[in-house]
């Protein structure tokens, strides 16, 4: 096969690619977050058959655990939470009536419309319901999927290829797992902190923020928007507990900028963090909340891709005017820092 038709058949599959993300952004959301369960849980099931159980037994054990910490979590936390819901939800039209009027009154004629209420709800219930089952399915046949496609790689390019799928996944999977227990730490910090300075909801505004910060930016803002407009209603026309409640969200992005970050994730996924951001809105803008989802996964990929693409170029003729010794010499450091 030519080069030519090399990157036309790669480019036509990111085509059809993006086209199936496009048309079926509205029914993926539960398979991609089954996709990340599996894709996490499976070293913890290689393991268990290491040790002797065979991959239907330790998929059976690992899920029940996850699904019996999940339920105890939901025990403790539902009364708590389910309450401050219910209150929220209740009192959401008085309170975004009167943070309109007031925002009126001071000049700023601002006020975001959010839709799609129902939508949002059944969004959940398949989340809940059909990602620990189609989890299930994948983590049992995980090992068998990966020899497969394994399988598919072009002879002549699989260890290159092997190669940069094994850089792929150090970052992917440094990433969603220190990104994990970010998102925890986060989701304490700001419901512990909230409470204390008596914001109503405080402990949902923080649960939603940390849950939400697995998306770059878009937990502590949306955090941010929650508690401050809340504090604004319940303390006007005094000042002090908004900007108390603004100064935990502060401290809560110091915190992960410059203590959780750097320990937990640190540079898993070398990535600029502009780049980021363009990815975000990219994905975002392009496959709606299951864009923001694979925003930081993708970017990671094409970050491997990009890197392989400029390693290629600086060793090849192209950069070197067609010194072959300087190519050959530029292509073994390159190798050999990889």
């Given at each position: 096969m030519t080069l030519q038709r090399q990157i036309g058949f790669?480019?036509?599959?990111?085509?059809?690619?993006?086209?199936?993300?496009?048309?079926?952004?509205?029914?993926?959301?539960?398979?991609?977050?089954?996709l990340a369960l599996a894709y996490l849980l499976d070293p913890l099931a290689d393991r268990l058959e290491r040790i002797g159980m065979s991959r239907l037994a330790a998929t059976i054990v690992i899920?029940?655990?996850?699904?019996?910490?999940?339920?105890?979590?939901?025990?403790?936390?539902?009364?708590?939470?389910?309450?401050?819901?219910?209150?929220?939800?209740?009192?959401?039209?008085?309170?975004?009536?009167r943070l309109q009027t007031l925002v009126l009154e001071q000049g700023g004629p601002w006020l975001e419309r959010f839709g799609g209420g129902g939508t949002a709800i059944a969004g959940v219930f398949s989340l809940l319901v059909l990602t620990p089952v189609i989890a299930f399915y994948l983590l049992v046949d995980w090992d068998r999927m990966m020899a497969t496609v394994d399988g598919w790689l072009p002879l002549d390019h699989r260890e290159t290829i092997?190669?940069?799928?094994?850089?792929?996944?150090?970052?992917?999977?440094?990433?969603?797992?220190?990104?994990a227990l970010v998102c925890l730490l986060l989701g304490i910090f700001y419901a512990v902190g909230l409470s204390l300075l008596g914001v109503n909801f405080g402990a949902l505004i923080g649960i939603i923020s940390g849950f939400l910060s697995f998306i770059p930016y878009v937990g502590s803002l949306t955090g941010l928007v929650l508690s401050v407009g809340v504090a604004i209603v319940q303390f006007w026309p005094d000042w002090t507990w908004p900007l108390a409640t603004l100064a935990v969200f502060a401290a809560g992005q110091f915190l992960e900028g410059n203590i959780f970050q750097p320990k937990f994730v640190g540079d898993s996924i070398g990535v600029h963090p502009v780049w980021l951001m363009f990815a975000l809105l990219a994905f975002g803008s392009l496959f709606g909340f299951v864009g923001l989802l694979l925003a930081v996964p993708l970017a990671a990929v094409i970050g491997v891709l990009c890197r392989f693409a400029l390693r290629q170029y600086l060793a090849s003729n192209i950069y070197h005017g067609g010194d072959a010794t300087k190519a050959a010499a530029v292509q073994a450091r390159l190798e050999t820092d990889a």
């Amino acid at each position: 096969m030519t080069l030519q038709r090399q990157i036309g058949f790669w480019l036509l599959s990111l085509a059809v690619l993006v086209l199936f993300l496009v048309v079926f952004r509205d029914v993926l959301l539960p398979f991609i977050a089954a996709l990340a369960l599996a894709y996490l849980l499976d070293p913890l099931a290689d393991r268990l058959e290491r040790i002797g159980m065979s991959r239907l037994a330790a998929t059976i054990v690992i899920l029940v655990v996850f699904l019996i910490i999940f339920v105890l979590a939901l025990v403790l936390l539902v009364p708590l939470l389910g309450q401050q819901l219910a209150g929220l939800v209740a009192r959401l039209p008085a309170d975004a009536q009167r943070l309109q009027t007031l925002v009126l009154e001071q000049g700023g004629p601002w006020l975001e419309r959010f839709g799609g209420g129902g939508t949002a709800i059944a969004g959940v219930f398949s989340l809940l319901v059909l990602t620990p089952v189609i989890a299930f399915y994948l983590l049992v046949d995980w090992d068998r999927m990966m020899a497969t496609v394994d399988g598919w790689l072009p002879l002549d390019h699989r260890e290159t290829i092997r190669g940069l799928l094994h850089e792929m996944d150090v970052a992917i999977a440094g990433f969603l797992r220190g990104q994990a227990l970010v998102c925890l730490l986060l989701g304490i910090f700001y419901a512990v902190g909230l409470s204390l300075l008596g914001v109503n909801f405080g402990a949902l505004i923080g649960i939603i923020s940390g849950f939400l910060s697995f998306i770059p930016y878009v937990g502590s803002l949306t955090g941010l928007v929650l508690s401050v407009g809340v504090a604004i209603v319940q303390f006007w026309p005094d000042w002090t507990w908004p900007l108390a409640t603004l100064a935990v969200f502060a401290a809560g992005q110091f915190l992960e900028g410059n203590i959780f970050q750097p320990k937990f994730v640190g540079d898993s996924i070398g990535v600029h963090p502009v780049w980021l951001m363009f990815a975000l809105l990219a994905f975002g803008s392009l496959f709606g909340f299951v864009g923001l989802l694979l925003a930081v996964p993708l970017a990671a990929v094409i970050g491997v891709l990009c890197r392989f693409a400029l390693r290629q170029y600086l060793a090849s003729n192209i950069y070197h005017g067609g010194d072959a010794t300087k190519a050959a010499a530029v292509q073994a450091r390159l190798e050999t820092d990889a």
